[in-house]
T-cell receptor
Framework: AQSVSQHNHHVILSEAASLELGCNYS??????LFWYVQYPGQHLQLLLK??????LVKGIKGFEAEFIKSKFSFNLRKPSVQWSDTAEYFC???????????FGAGTTVTVRA | DAGVIQSPRHEVTEMGQEVTLRCKPI?????LFWYRQTMMRGLELLIY????????DSGMPEDRFSAKMPNASFSTLKIQPSEPRDSAVYFC?????????????FGPGTRLTVL
C-alpha cells in the first residue's frame, strides 16, 4: 500500500514570505498526485493535481507544485503568502489504476498579518 | 450544482446509541467515498462505491460500521453501537469515473461526538 509523508506539522509565516511544504510518497508504480486545502471551518478543496507531462504544476491562488520522480516528491510552493492562506494543506496520492486516495497527515499553515 | 451534501453537520450522541450519517453526491457522479478525519490518524478512506456497489471497504474499522448506497443520489454510514473513539469528522466525497485523476469533491463533513 502507498503512504504519504508530509514533513512539517505546523508552519508559521509572515505575510509576503515564501512557502514550501514537503510531500513524499512511497509507491513503486505510476501515481496521480494532489494537494488539497482545508480552510478553517470549510471542506477540502483541490489546489492542484499532477497526472503526467510538465512536472511543474500550477494551481489556484498562486500555488504550484513540482513532481520529482526520482525523489518521490511533490512539494507545494507559493512565492508570497497572504493571511487568507491560513489553512491545513494535505498531500494525497492515488495509484494510476485505483480510486483510493491516500492522504498525508496534513500541514497546518498559519500566516501572520 | 449544490455540491456534495451531508447531514447532519453536527451530531452529539451517547455511547451505545446508533448513529446514521447521510450523503448526497453531486448529480452524475458515479463514485462515492466515505472518509474519517481524526487528530490521531488524519484522513482515512473508509469505503467507496461505484455505481452504488461497494468496491472497497477495507478501511471500515470494524463490524460496528456499515455503509449503504441504495441509489445514485444517497448514501448512509451507520455506526451501531457508537463508542467515544468514533468521535471524528466524517467526510463524503464524489467524483465522476473514467479516471482516478478526476478531482474528488468533498462535502462539508459531519462532526460526530460520542460521549
Amino acid at each position: 500500500a502507498q503512504s504519504v509523508s508530509q514533513h512539517n506539522h505546523h508552519v508559521i509565516l509572515s505575510e509576503a514570505a515564501s512557502l514550501e511544504l514537503g510531500c513524499n510518497y512511497s509507491y513503486g508504480g505510476t501515481v496521480n498526485l494532489f494537494w488539497y486545502v482545508q480552510y478553517p471551518g470549510q471542506h477540502l478543496q483541490l489546489l492542484l493535481k499532477y497526472f503526467s507531462g510538465d512536472p511543474l504544476v500550477k494551481g489556484i491562488k498562486g500555488f504550484e507544485a513540482e513532481f520529482i520522480k526520482s525523489k518521490f516528491s511533490f512539494n507545494l510552493r507559493k512565492p508570497s503568502v497572504q493571511w487568507s492562506d491560513t489553512a491545513e494543506y494535505f498531500c494525497a496520492v492515488i495509484p494510476s489504476n485505483d480510486y483510493k486516495l491516500s492522504f498525508g497527515a496534513g500541514t497546518t499553515v498559519t500566516v501572520r498579518a | 450544482d449544490a455540491g456534495v451534501i451531508q447531514s447532519p453537520r453536527h451530531e452529539v450522541t451517547e455511547m451505545g446509541q446508533e448513529v446514521t450519517l447521510r450523503c448526497k453526491p453531486i448529480s452524475g457522479h458515479d463514485y462515492l467515498f466515505w472518509y474519517r478525519q481524526t487528530m490521531m490518524r488524519g484522513l482515512e478512506l473508509l469505503i467507496y462505491f461505484n455505481n452504488n456497489v461497494p468496491i472497497d471497504d477495507s478501511g471500515m474499522p470494524e463490524d460496528r460500521f456499515s455503509a449503504k448506497m441504495p441509489n445514485a443520489s444517497f448514501s448512509t454510514l451507520k455506526i451501531q453501537p457508537s463508542e467515544p473513539r468514533d468521535s471524528a469528522v466524517y467526510f463524503c466525497a464524489s467524483t465522476q469515473g473514467g479516471s482516478p485523476y478526476n478531482e474528488q469533491f468533498f462535502g462539508p463533513g459531519t462532526r460526530l461526538t460520542v460521549l
